[in-house]
């Protein structure tokens, strides 16, 4: 039997130095740092916009970070190769991707992401600028109201005051919990639908001017804490601040110029809110179950016009 298995065995030892010969033993891929880099090393973003960084000429995981500026921008739909930079306000920050090669040995490259302002939409031309002028027709960018309310003149009295009279009629200040008969729909899931009355002041009749009006505007409202959800507006609305933190269920709300929210119950605001609009009461008691069911992970959140 022993002299059997001794041929046999270097006969099978033969094969395997004949297949080690033949078929080499395959070296790590060599990763050319000069040809790997980003698809653009400066980004402008107007604020409340996104835009893509990619790593490029590389296959291996890239790790996303801020190095400055992380109250400017932030990383989201973070990818193997690539990440989406959404920009907040305007100012200078930093972007870097991080490629491991060893543990001693890592590529690192940098993109200098510069905010601007952020889009407003002409009165005159309605074309989106974000300069302070407009670029189509000059007119200069408007300001946002000092005042927390909305300011109508009072209806003439009879009697018309003599040509040498300068009294101007005074003001009647309209309080921003005042509310209107206009009603939008809101949608949350694609499956809920809300009757969302509008408040009686500048920001609820810019919001359905300049996001309802456009057609169907569809937001995806991440959680703020346990009582809100909140998206980013296109086009940031001047503030009619209202004289209570206390906020309902069901209202929507601006938070600062850009931010808009959904109350999911009664709670206070950590600042005065400007009002756009609540959900009528025979609706409020689905607000939870609404936002409690997700689509593909998230709220979606969309505002259109009664048909």
Request: some cysteine.
């Amino acid at each position: 039997m022993k002299g059997i298995m001794r041929p046999m065995m270097a006969i099978i030892i033969s094969l395997v130095m004949c297949l080690s010969v033949t078929y080499p033993t395959s070296a790590p891929v060599k990763v050319d740092a000069a040809t790997i880099k980003l698809s653009a090393t400066t980004l402008k973003i107007p604020a409340n916009k996104s835009k893509v960084l990619k790593m490029k000429n590389t296959s291996k995981k890239v790790t996303w970070s801020i190095v400055s500026g992380k109250n400017l921008i932030t990383l989201k739909n973070k990818k193997k190769t690539q990440v989406t930079i959404k920009a907040k306000k305007k100012g200078t920050a930093k972007v870097k991707g991080v490629i491991t090669i060893s543990s001693k040995k890592k590529i690192t490259k940098t993109c200098t992401v510069k905010v601007t302002s952020s889009q407003w939409e002409c009165p005159g031309c309605m074309k989106l600028n974000t300069g302070n002028f407009c670029s189509n027709c000059g007119h200069s960018r408007p300001t946002p109201s000092p005042t927390p309310w909305l300011v109508w003149p009072t209806p003439t009295v009879s009697g018309s005051p003599s040509p040498s009279s300068s009294v101007s009629p005074s003001p009647t200040p309209v309080s921003p919990e005042a509310m209107t008969d206009t009603k939008i729909v809101m949608t949350i899931n694609q499956k809920f639908y809300f009757s969302l009355q509008l408040y009686a002041n500048a920001a609820a009749q810019a919001f359905y001017r300049n996001v309802v009006s456009r057609g169907p505007i569809t937001y995806d409202m991440g959680p703020d804490g346990e009582n809100e959800r909140f998206g980013y507006l296109e086009i940031p609305i001047a503030t009619c601040l209202s004289n209570s933190s206390a906020v309902s269920t069901g209202e929507v709300f601006l938070y600062g110029t850009d931010i808009v929210k959904l109350s999911l119950k009664d709670h206070q605001t950590g600042a005065l809110p400007t009002r756009i609009g609540k959900v009528i009461p025979d609706h409020l008691d689905m607000i939870k179950e609404a936002t409690d069911q997700k689509v593909d992970g998230k709220t979606i959140v969309e505002f259109r016009q009664y048909i």
